[in-house]
């Protein structure tokens, strides 16, 4: 027993830890935006240099927070991991592909004996850079758009198609959260930068690249907003799956926390926004901050509440919600004693960012400095 916690109550509770999860890994986008970059922001080698190293010391806690994701989904709701990283396994394989190729391009781009050359591993970056953040906002869409699976006895999952789940990437509408996480990734990219990095000679490429990826990721995530508030979606009513007009905006009304929540997130990129245009230092934490409380927000609603927030575009009963999507009473339990260790590990996290952080990087530590990715 989980500090007397219901099975519902867990249910909601593990809904919770993997929208915070989700917020999280957003915000660790900032390596993606940056590596999106390193071509344009740089005005000469040791700049890129200098950019890419500044990545290659965090780039490991998105990696780390993708898989805290998918561990949580796991073990809190297997139906789901099952239905989609077991049934649309083709995006996230893709996914898991564009990561290892960060993976190797970190530990390969400097090193000695380097067959492919510098540049490729660098393509490899600016590669993972860009689809990383997209197919993950595509395959997060599909909690809008729905999916093409339907559950066969013992809730075997059958996928409708050969694509298994590339057929996500036939409908526009599922870019336009892809394209608003690339462009906030390079927002927050360009925050980081500015914190963690001591050169003036960037100031300027970071104060105009503030002001027009922020505006590309407001036009993507305002006409995001747009569809999914004004679309039909997918709502448990006496035990059956039901379409019902404008839900997730409705959502958001039932929901006045998450609602608060949501609207706070979005002032605080505003904000973060205009203060990476000013300049300001500390704006990556506005940011990341907003970003966190956005993201939470919306997934929060599509758990609470006994929504859907897995469409079946073949078979609506088979949609999944937080009750038949679940694990056991036993097993939540269990891994809600686990869950008490991330408070730890962010801590972790926090002091390890500042103790890295502490001294700013600049171009005469990577001259003294042994290890260069």
Known sequence: MFFGLDLEELRLYWWGILSLLGGLLVFMFFVQGGQGLIFTLPKDEEEKTLLINSLGRKWE???????????????????FYSVSFGGAYWVWLCILFCYILQAVSYEY????????????????????????????????????SGAEFILKEGNFVEWR????????????????????????????????????????????????GALVYGVLFLAFFLVFLGWIFNKEGFILQDGLVQIMPKVYFLNLQECPFFAFLFILGVFLVLAGIILLIKLHKKAIFILGLG???????????????????????????????????????????????????????????????????????????????????
């Open 161 to 208: 198609g050969a694509a298994r789940g590339l057929e996500a990437l036939l409908n526009p509408y599922n870019y336009l959260l892809g394209l608003a996480l690339v462009f906030l990734s390079r927002i927050l990219a360009l925050g980081y930068f500015l914190n963690h990095i001591d050169e003036e000679s960037l100031h300027a490429k970071i104060k105009k």
């Open 109 to 144: 781009r400097k090193k000695e004996g380097n067959f492919l050359g510098t540049r490729t591993y660098e393509i490899f970056l600016w590669i993972n850079g860009v689809l990383a953040p997209l197919l993950i906002g595509i395959a997060l869409s599909t909690f809008f």
């Open 291 to 373: 970003s966190v409380l956005v993201v939470f927000a919306l997934l929060g609603t599509l758990g609470f509440g006994n929504k859907v927030f897995y469409p079946s575009l073949v078979n609506l009963e088979d949609s999944l919600h937080i009750l038949n999507a679940s694990s056991s009473y036993y097993t939540l339990s269990v891994m809600g004693y686990v869950s008490l260790l991330t408070p730890f590990v962010l801590g972790y996290i926090a002091y390890v960012w500042r103790a890295m952080d502490r001294v700013k990087l600049t171009k005469n530590e990577l001259k003294n400095n042994d290890h260069i990715y």
């Open 61 to 79: 806690l998105g990696f780390t927070t993708l898989v805290m994701f998918g561990g949580a989904a796991f073990a809190a709701f297997p139906l």
